[in-house]
């Protein structure tokens, strides 16, 4: 019934393109006040889709999909391509949500599960209000808001992280595409290469690893690890949902553009933009309605994507070599991050001194003092080995004292295979272990602060190495 009260008919969607396009030219309305709608950054045009493809979108939480991808799923549907969306969480941690729509706090496990049935139920309206059947989408039901810390520590074999808000160890949703899997980073991983397996995708659109929300960022990492695993080649899209001053202003303005953050638009990564109709602007909006839960919370945040565009950023990774490499920084608001600035790495170069050894070299942006703490991951990936079998490093540099090394997968110290000297700002990491050797891609993430006190968490950052 929901579906077939939103779709338009081309009568439909023919009156209400003229009666926008003629709206949009009033002075002063669809724009706010003092605001002009500047013309976007040179960016490139989405490339468009074509029948023969299979268009796969990554949803961390019910939502995304709809306010970064409306657009593109239309495109995908009207030009007969398949579509199909995988949510990696229900949404489940979200009180705020449970309050929207219950007038009540949510306190118990059962609240926030309930929360979750109501979110996957948005989804599906939401997305067949598009035109997406139900069995176009999966969810994975892992944790809202615990997936970049699964990711982060949980890769051993039989170890599950606890999720305070439902109280789970495992997936607990029936309707899950794999009800009681452990809530481990192995599964995450294996769960998404169940669904890029079958849905085959030629493009796929996911969250950018700039996006401050760490389910996003997770959902970039899974993503990765699963297309090296497979060996997949799609065309790869990635959009910003969370991000300081984005989109700007705040609220529904379907004339402007939407635009990169300064930020973002400052870095050397092509731009990508794929233009919606007016009646399609009013489409995404009426989708995004739907989504009530996340309306009544967020609703000048929701209504900002509906604007005459969808923006992506290219994919890409920085090749390391003994040159150094800048760090990406997300600018914080936060004033205990942006203290923890001073602490945080500024690049990263590579080189293999001998057949047996990489070295990294990390220079920070200034000589750590008596009580720093830095806090360095490195995943290794190497071709024809399996992401999750591969070693899991997490280095703790100690000012002053010797480095610890843990590999995440045995749970198991590394501290031999890993020497660190640190000579004024710069560290250098000797990895003498054979799968970071020959390794062709590194996924590093560096926390730095003092002890006790984390300030900056650089974002996780997928570099790419000469193959030795």
């Given at each position: 019934?929901?579906?077939?009260?939103?779709?338009?008919?081309?009568?439909?969607?023919?009156?209400?393109?003229?009666?926008?396009?003629?709206?949009?030219?009033?002075?002063?309305?669809?724009?706010?006040?003092?605001?002009?709608?500047?013309?976007?950054?040179?960016?490139?045009?989405?490339?468009?889709?074509?029948?023969?493809?299979?268009?796969?979108?990554?949803?961390?939480?019910?939502?995304?999909?709809?306010?970064?991808?409306?657009?593109?799923?239309?495109?995908?549907?009207?030009?007969?391509?398949?579509?199909?969306?995988?949510?990696?969480?229900?949404?489940?941690?979200?009180?705020?949500?449970?309050?929207?729509?219950?007038?009540?706090?949510?306190?118990?496990?059962?609240?926030?599960?309930?929360?979750?049935?109501?979110?996957?139920?948005?989804?599906?309206?939401?997305?067949?209000?598009?035109?997406?059947?139900?069995?176009?989408?999966?969810?994975?039901?892992?944790?809202?808001?615990?997936?970049?810390?699964?990711?982060?520590t949980t890769w051993q074999s039989g170890t599950s992280l606890l999720h305070e808000a439902t109280e789970a160890r495992s997936v607990p949703y029936a309707d899950a595409l794999d009800p009681g899997a452990l809530y481990n980073a192995a599964s995450m991983l294996e769960d998404m290469e169940t669904v890029i397996k079958a849905a085959r995708p030629t493009v796929i659109f996911f969250p950018s690893p700039l996006d401050l929300n760490v389910d996003h960022q997770a959902a970039y990492l899974i993503v990765t690890a699963a297309l090296h695993d497979l060996v997949l080649s799609p065309a790869r899209y990635t959009y910003l949902v969370h991000e300081i001053s984005f989109p700007w202003p705040r609220g529904y303005y379907p004339a402007m553009s939407l635009d990169a953050p300064p930020f973002v638009a400052a870095l050397p990564l092509r731009e990508w933009t794929s233009g919606l109709a007016p009646a399609e602007v009013l489409q995404k909006h009426a989708t995004t309605m739907l989504y009530r839960t996340q309306v009544e919370v967020s609703s000048a945040l929701l209504e900002s994507f509906s604007r005459r565009n969808e923006l992506f950023v290219e994919d890409d990774s920085s090749l390391l070599t003994a040159t150094p490499t800048p760090f990406i920084l997300i600018p914080a608001e936060d004033a205990i991050e942006r203290s923890g600035e001073q602490r945080a790495p500024q690049s990263i170069s590579a080189s293999r001194p001998d057949s047996t050894t990489l070295r990294l070299l990390l220079s920070f942006a200034t000589p750590p003092t008596e009580d720093a703490v830095a806090?360095?991951?490195?995943?290794?990936?190497?071709?024809?080995?399996?992401?999750?079998?591969?070693?899991?490093?997490?280095?703790?540099?100690?000012?002053?004292?010797?480095?610890?090394?843990?590999?995440?997968?045995?749970?198991?110290?590394?501290?031999?295979?890993?020497?660190?000297?640190?000579?004024?700002?710069?560290?250098?990491?000797?990895?003498?272990?054979?799968?970071?050797?020959?390794?062709?891609?590194?996924?590093?993430?560096?926390?730095?602060?003092?002890?006790?006190?984390?300030?900056?968490?650089?974002?996780?950052?997928?570099?790419?190495?000469?193959?030795?």
């Open positions: 019934m929901r579906r077939a009260a939103l779709r338009l008919t081309a009568v439909e969607v023919a009156f209400l393109a003229a009666a926008i396009a003629a709206w949009f030219l009033v002075p002063g309305i669809g724009i706010p006040a003092g605001t002009s709608s500047p013309p976007p950054a040179v960016v490139d045009q989405l490339p468009p889709l074509r029948s023969t493809d299979s268009v796969l979108v990554v949803a961390p939480h019910p939502d995304d999909e709809c306010i970064a991808t409306s657009g593109v799923i239309m495109h995908a549907l009207a030009v007969g391509a398949k579509v199909h969306v995988v949510y990696l969480t229900y949404g489940d941690n979200h009180e705020l949500a449970y309050w929207a729509t219950h007038l009540v706090p949510a306190l118990t496990a059962t609240q926030f599960r309930s929360l979750a049935e109501t979110r996957r139920t948005e989804g599906i309206a939401g997305m067949q209000s598009l035109g997406l059947a139900s069995d176009a989408l999966t969810f994975l039901g892992y944790p809202d808001s615990g997936t970049l810390r699964i990711w982060s806090v360095v991951s490195i995943f290794p990936m190497t071709p024809g080995r399996a992401f999750a079998q591969e070693p899991k490093l997490v280095i703790t540099l100690r000012h002053g004292r010797e480095a610890t090394a843990v590999d995440l997968v045995t749970g198991q110290p590394v501290t031999r295979s890993v020497v660190v000297t640190d000579v004024g700002s710069d560290t250098t990491i000797d990895l003498q272990l054979p799968e970071a050797v020959s390794a062709t891609e590194l996924m590093i993430h560096v926390q730095a602060g003092f002890q006790g006190l984390a300030l900056y968490n650089s974002p996780w950052q997928v570099f790419s190495l000469s193959v030795p």
